[in-house]
């Protein structure tokens, strides 16, 4: 039997999964509480194809990324691991390929796409099992390609660096970062630009969106 005072990181994967499959079932209630139209823009101005192949991380229901670049014609892939989720994304994104993947362990072969994207999700797994979320991440990149993040800070959590649970919308979720010097560190030596660090507050909330490209 497992101590429940040690923290147990496959435990609190299975934990988190089962609280987005029931956001998943209050999912229209919720629609359209997080304006990321600027943030949107800015990203997809930094890209340099009109079109290509997009990856989202933690995909949820296909919004509002997915279905953003949808529109503009890329091919669109999404990874979740809460089946009731892609659920949603199956009803609301027909046209976006769905994997149902724990994004800490899924896996693609090297220059598959053109841009990634990490919404709302990379904070969910321990800070240090980022680096080679990172690693992954730049080999699935083309050159060129870019990725977006969001990444906890000491602005949401209050510690400089924190592995612990915080309540969202209810639930005790687990969130976990380390500073942001060392998070942009991490991103250099494992050959990123980073183009843009800015901290957003959005639906009440403020975490920091980072963009980052692989050289061409």
Not at 61 to 82: K, L, N, R
Not at 86 to 92: G, I, S
Not at 103 to 118: H, K, L, R
Request: aromatic share 16%; glycine share 8%; charged share 25%.
């Amino acid at each position: 039997m497992k101590n429940p005072l040690i923290y147990d990181g496959d435990m609190m994967q299975n934990d988190l999964r089962k609280i987005y499959d029931r956001f998943a079932e209050t999912y229209e209630k919720n629609r359209g509480s997080f304006d990321m139209t600027e943030v949107i823009a800015d990203f997809s101005k930094r890209l340099p194809y009109k079109t290509g192949r997009l990856l989202d991380l933690g995909c949820g229901a296909g919004e509002p990324f997915p279905a953003y670049f949808i529109g503009q014609g890329w091919q669109v892939t999404g990874v979740d691991f809460s089946q009731k989720m892609l659920d949603l994304a199956h009803r609301y994104q027909p046209d976006m390929k769905t994997i149902f993947a724990d994004m800490g362990e899924v896996d693609f072969p090297d220059a598959q796409f053109d841009a990634v994207t990490a919404i709302y999700c990379l904070f969910h797994i321990e800070y240090q099992k980022h680096e080679e979320i990172f690693l992954k991440i730049y080999r699935w990149l083309a050159p060129g390609g870019h990725s977006l993040f969001t990444y906890a800070t000491q602005e949401y959590t209050g510690a400089e660096v924190f592995n612990g649970t915080k309540e969202f919308m209810g639930e005790q979720l687990f969130y976990s970062h380390t500073t942001p010097d060392n998070l942009f560190a991490t991103l250099k030596s494992t050959g990123f630009t980073i183009e843009s660090a800015q901290y957003r507050q959005i639906g009440g909330e403020t975490f920091l969106w980072v963009t980052i490209a692989k050289p061409g």
